[in-house]
């Protein structure tokens, strides 16, 4: 009889633990769903989400990290959603330092004004590239005078010793604190990402023209340029996206050089006939001719904006990228442009209405 008794007790006692239990899973499993972002699918992390929120809060003291972009007028946006991107994937001090056209100042300020980005503006005047680019408005150097900024990174950052300079159509996905950090070899004045050991010419298309090499922004025939004894065969390197130091650049007058460059192909035409839209990359490769250091390629992931760009990485890839480059012909904030749903997520909307990504729910209107 006790037997039983006792051995009812212990159902009993079960019953309940049981019960407690699942009535405390049960519990849990709602505190979950409740804490679940309402518009993501259900199992569907969103990582950028989280981030954006914890670096919201973030007190960005310690050394300055200075980035430098450019910003002409009718890609504003472009630098918009670049900047965004590193800000909110980095805890570091970043300063940002955008070049643009004096037409562009007010617009600028009023869409950063809306950020909490910290930033300096500063007005390129096109007056310093007389003479050193083409007045033949067929060219494309004598359009895009901001593209040359980047020769000019000492002036305007005179108090840094190490920059950063990136063109506006990347995203960035990684700490640009690691770009920042990049070593550069003593005696070298910036670092670059190689065009052929990277890995964005793993499935380069071929045909596109030799633009691994030096053969294929230069007029090796030239007697300038045969005299520099260069191999024409030499990998180039990708000048959209480099760290560098400032102190050297200086002390071997790296603008000084490139603009000797730049005015004598005004004169005798050094540039290869079949350079795309990479107009400042001909003066950079000769003075940085096996004299520069190197980027981790996956800071550079490049070719977005190639057509089939869609088909040349892997999902996989792509998110792992520290910096996607959209170099090419078509832009993420333009027509069929591949991974645009990328820039998406980084793209601040401007207050002033003047500047719109063109997507296709906005080509149906
Ligand atoms: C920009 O505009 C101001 C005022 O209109 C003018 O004084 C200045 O010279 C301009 N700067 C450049 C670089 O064109
Ligand atoms: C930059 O170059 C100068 C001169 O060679 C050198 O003293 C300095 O350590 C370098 N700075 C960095 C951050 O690499
Ligand atoms: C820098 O190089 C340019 C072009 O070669 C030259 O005219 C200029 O005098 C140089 N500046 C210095 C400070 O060496």
Redesign the pocket.
Known sequence: MTLRRVNVVILVLLVIAFVIILHRNLLNLTDFLKQDNPDSAPGIILPFETDFLSTRKVVRSGEEIPVLITAPEERLGAAVSAMNSIYHNSKANIIFNIVT??ESLLHLKTWLSKTDLKHRII?????ILTGKISKDPQKPDAVRPLSFARFYLPIFLPDAEKAIYLDDDVIVQGDIRELFDTTLKSGHAAAFSEDCDSASSKGFIRGAGNQNSYMGFLDFKKEAVKKLGMRANTCSFNPGVFVANLTEWKQQNVTGQLESWMELNVKEDLYSKNLADSIITPPMLIVFYKHHSNIDPMWNVRHLGTTGAGNRYSPHFVKLAKLLHWNGHYKPWGRASSYSDIWDKWYIPDPTGKFQPIRRHAEDQ
């Open positions: 056209l004096n007005a390129f005047d096109p007056n």
